[in-house]
Antibody, heavy 121, light 107 residues
Framework: EVQLLESGGGLVQPGGSLRLSCAAS????????MSWVRQAPGKGLEWVSA????????YYADSVKGRFTISRDNSKNTLYLQMNSLRAEDTALYYC??????????????WGQGTLVTVSS | DIQMTQSPSSVSASVGDRVTITCRASQGIGNYLAWFQQKPGKAPKSLIYAASSLQSGVPPKFSGSGSGTDFTLTISSLQPEDFATYYC?????????FGQGTKLEIK
């Protein structure tokens, strides 16, 4: 059974940093691209970032480019999102999602339950 | 960026009804379209990919169609568990973009 378990969310002040993790199990993690998608409270879905299966290529939404960094450790079956210079508008539930291919295709089949990031003073 | 527009934004229906939700892309995306269902407090669940292919385990009461710029999600014989918010998403171009969502409510 595919499982994606996000962690690392919490309350952080504007300008602060946070590192999210997504622990994967039930599938060959190193064979699939992965994405982060976020959802602000009461709002819709916004794609944030993606990484290919090997980690060789990364992709970012303009809203986070230069502030967020996606990475993965295939030996630990874990995806990460380092978030720096956080802003109030980054407040959201952050989901990790499994792609259906090794290259970034954007077609996802499994999502985690999310971890909440709140940026507030 | 490709803009995805869903209509209606909300719809009320009764158990047993059939409902159709529309998603329009601001430019052609071939069949690179997915549909998701999200219930309150839960993660989105993939229903359909490639515009009309059903994800494993999803009942055939859900069906998708369309290509290019216009797509539809149809849900037949509505049951209480189908009342949720539905999102379309394009993956023809990066960045991935979602529709604003359609909330399906019980009448």
């Amino acid at each position: 059974e595919v499982q994606l378990l996000e962690s690392g969310g919490g309350l952080v002040q504007p300008g602060g940093s946070l590192r999210l993790s997504c622990a994967a199990s039930g599938f060959p993690f190193s064979s699939y691209a992965m994405s982060w998608v976020r959802q602000a409270p009461g709002k819709g879905l916004e794609w944030v970032s993606a990484m290919t299966s090997s980690g060789g290529s990364t992709y970012y939404a303009d809203s986070v480019k230069g502030r967020f960094t996606i990475s993965r450790d295939n030996s630990k079956n874990t995806l990460y999102l380092q978030m720096n210079s956080l802003r109030a508008e980054d407040t959201a539930l952050y989901y990790c999602a499994k792609d259906t291919r090794g290259g970034f295709f954007g077609e996802t089949d499994y999502w985690g339950q999310g971890t909440l990031v709140t940026v507030s003073s | 960026d490709i803009q995805m527009t869903q209509s209606p934004s909300s719809v009320s229906a009764s158990v047993g009804d059939r409902v159709t939700i529309t998603c329009r892309a601001s430019q052609g995306i071939g069949n690179y379209l997915a549909w998701f269902q999200q219930k309150p407090g839960k993660a989105p669940k993939s229903l359909i990919y490639a515009a009309s292919s059903l994800q494993s385990g999803v009942p055939p009461k859900f069906s998708g169609s369309g290509s290019g710029t216009d797509f539809t999600l149809t849900i037949s014989s509505l049951q209480p568990e189908d009342f949720a918010t539905y999102y379309c998403q394009q993956y023809n171009n990066y960045p991935l973009t979602f529709g604003q969502g359609t909330k399906l409510e019980i009448k």
